[in-house]
């Protein structure tokens, strides 16, 4: 923990960029963190509050290490690193800035912060399971910070991206990635519950990552995730109440030969005990992650009757 008289000491006797990163790494290394917005490890926890948050390029700081650091700006870092590790608050609140499939998104404390691994597979393209060349629509839902639906947008230049949220503080922030990135032509906002209002439509891809929490695992969550938004975490009958919701409705709304991808994290288990008819494919991702499943638009049709 930084106590006091260790601050007033780092105020005063460190100088530069490389001071600070060593003296975030031991801080953080000597609290039980937990590394799990982003990072896995106390080095790169440092390297992302340090760096980011004096604004410089992950990829160019090498040279700059040396430069000293103003005293408000030692003041901003310190405060940074007190936060961090006295109040758990994660860095990318603290910095305002997360990092989703290749691009910087802003985040606070209204939306959940970016993390999924369907960040990979909008990297891909969603391939082999859809042809890039034939997707024209795209819906992402309980859209949070826009970071999914605004990746699908760069991904696939051709497609419209329709975002949907239910909490209009979430909707703020997701409006203000999608004009960071200059897409209110191709990124259309909705407040709705899931589809509820939004027009009869097709979507070639229909994804989401919607609070999947169950209430067991909210007890016991790192505390480090209590600075996110319940409303983007917890989900009632054992996470899968609107993952459940998805799959009743999906079929009006997915195209012939669409897709839906909806990530439920631990209540995988959950969901195949509740459906065992189901052939979900449960995707396998190189940089981690797990409880992302995907269905047809034939198989979401084929199995209406279990899901209603």
Not at 221 to 242: K, T, V
Request: with cysteine; net charge negative.
């Amino acid at each position: 923990m930084v106590k006091s008289a260790d601050y007033q000491q780092a105020l005063t006797e460190l100088k530069t960029i490389r001071d600070m990163l060593r003296f975030a790494v031991t801080q953080f290394n000597a609290t039980e963190l937990y590394f799990g917005h982003g990072t896995d490890n106390a080095w790169d926890e440092a390297c992302a509050l340090v760096i980011r948050g004096l604004h410089l390029p992950f990829n160019e700081h090498s040279h700059l290490l040396d430069a000293r650091l103003t005293t408000q700006e030692r003041r901003t870092l310190l405060e940074f690193i007190k936060k961090r590790v006295e109040d758990r608050a994660p860095v990318p609140y603290l910095i305002q800035e997360a990092w989703f499939a290749g691009m910087p998104f802003y985040v606070d404390e209204r939306v959940l912060i970016p993390r999924s691994p369907i960040a990979e597979l909008i990297e891909q393209q969603f391939t082999p399971w859809i042809d890039p060349e034939q997707v024209y629509s795209i819906l992402d839902l309980c859209t949070g910070s826009g970071c999914i639906a605004i990746a699908c947008a760069a991904a696939f230049p051709e497609a419209e991206v329709d975002a949907v949220d239910l909490a209009e503080n979430a909707l703020a922030v997701e409006e203000h990635n999608v004009a960071k990135y200059q897409l209110e032509q191709r990124v259309k906002t909705y407040y709705s519950d899931l589809f509820s209002a939004l027009p009869a439509k097709r979507y070639d891809i229909i994804v989401s990552n919607p609070p999947y929490v169950a209430d067991a695992e909210m007890q016991v969550l790192p505390a480090e995730y209590r600075h996110e938004p319940e409303f983007a975490l917890a989900a009632e009958d054992e996470g899968l109440a609107i993952a459940c919701n998805i799959l009743r409705q999906a079929a009006d709304y997915l195209s012939e030969n669409g897709i839906l991808v909806v990530e439920v994290g631990n209540s995988e288990e959950a969901l195949v005990a509740r459906f065992p008819e189901v052939p979900f494919t449960w995707l396998d991702f190189e940089r981690g992650g797990h409880g992302v499943f995907l269905l047809t638009a034939e198989q979401v049709r084929q199995y209406q009757p279990y899901f209603r």
